[in-house]
């Protein structure tokens, strides 16, 4: 991104390349996260027909 942004805009696209990148790279993480959690309600909510009786 810093090469192709340095292309586009010179001097300014080295300074913008790594605001970018991380804010690409925090939108990712964000989807991940929440499909994780989705995924782990999922799993709990199996779980709990699963209680013993003594």
Request: hydrophobic share 55%.
């Amino acid at each position: 991104m810093m090469f192709i942004l340095n292309g586009i805009i010179p001097i300014f696209g080295i300074v913008w390349a790594t605001p970018i990148a991380d804010i690409v790279c925090c939108i990712i993480a964000i989807i991940l996260f929440v499909e994780f959690l989705k995924n782990r309600t999922n799993l709990m909510d199996d779980s709990v027909g699963l209680e013993y009786d003594d």
